[in-house]
């Protein structure tokens, strides 16, 4: 759905991606983690042709997105970190931005605004700035387009808001979609991604499943000094310590993503080795 093939990109003085290749398919719901800074927006912009490659490509849907053609825009929204809404009321703001997005589903932004508490009739320039981004979240989910971009959807959200989200989210997925969310937040894409990408200075570190990450690795508290001994990455706690280790019995844990994230952020190497195959 979305290729880079020997990306280069860089802000005037500042290389940001060296030859990257990486590809994000249909059907999963993408984490794209990292911490600040480590070109995550670059990333989505270019997805989105709000920024153009000074090597290389990015197609989405086999088509270079730079070139911006209309079937193409109509196919996919970003939800950028910083955004601005007009002074208008959101009966307006549908009127004028949702005929761009032919498969724009009324119904579901309604429902979006229900589950937000968002009231259909108040001006956007009176709401509060969380209930604005719930709104261009609600916007972004009913156009029910193929590739939806999500730069930092949870910040400045309140922790219901953080829930209604990734309720709304999952709610509007579905197999011919993909969905890339990009968050340093790491604990606010629990349970709704199904993919993790972690991103670090321009490179990739580690892409994939959940289910390869739970099958490969276990999660756990524990008490054992041993268990301590040979884990991978541990962190204390006021009781025991934080695991993460070599998933030996083969049941499947859940994923702890931010000890995952801090694992893999503290021994890239280890990870690496482990996921290769
Ligand atoms: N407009 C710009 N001009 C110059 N450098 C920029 C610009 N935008 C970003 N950068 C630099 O590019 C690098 C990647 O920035 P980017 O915004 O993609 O990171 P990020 O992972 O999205 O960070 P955050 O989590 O803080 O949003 C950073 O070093 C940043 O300083």
């Known amino acids: 759905m979305v ?13 940001v991606f060296n030859n990257l290749t990486v590809q994000f398919n249909r059907g999963y719901i ?23 490659p000074k090597n290389g490509s990015v197609k989405v849907f086999n088509q270079k997105s730079g070139e911006r053609n209309a079937d193409l825009l109509q196919d996919i929204f970003l939800i950028p970190e910083e955004f601005f809404l007009p002074d208008t009321t959101i009966k307006q703001f549908l009127k004028y931005n949702s005929p761009f997005y032919p498969k724009f589903d009324k119904t579901l932004f309604d429902n979006c605004l229900d589950v937000f508490e968002i009231p259909h009739t108040n001006s956007l320039q009176a709401l509060s700035y969380g209930q604005r981004k719930k709104v261009l979240i609600s916007f972004g989910l009913a156009t029910n387009v193929r590739l939806l971009l999500m730069d930092e959807p949870t910040n400045g959200l309140d922790i219901k808001g953080k829930s209604q989200v990734r309720k709304m989210i999952a709610r509007a997925f579905s197999d011919e979609k993909c969905i890339i969310i990009s968050s340093h937040q790491v604990r606010d894409l629990e349970n709704l991604i199904d993919r993790v ?52 019995e083969g049941e499947e844990d ?7 994230y801090k694992a893999v952020m503290a021994n890239p190497a280890v990870m690496h080795s482990i996921f290769k195959n």
Do not use: C
């Open 3 to 15: 290729k880079f093939e020997n990306f280069d990109f860089g802000y005037r003085k500042k290389q």
């Open 30 to 52: 993408y984490g794209l983690l990292g911490k600040n800074g480590s070109g995550k927006s670059t990333l989505l912009n270019n997805i989105a042709g709000l920024l153009f």
């Open 197 to 248: 990408m972690v991103i670090d200075d321009g490179r990739i570190l580690l892409d994939r499943s959940v289910h390869d990450i739970t099958d490969k690795l276990s999660f756990k508290i524990s008490f054992e000094p041993a268990e301590l001994s040979w884990a991978i990455y541990s962190e204390p706690l006021l009781r025991g310590n934080a695991i993460v280790s070599i998933n030996a």
């Open 254 to 260: 859940r994923l702890d993503l931010e000890l995952f």
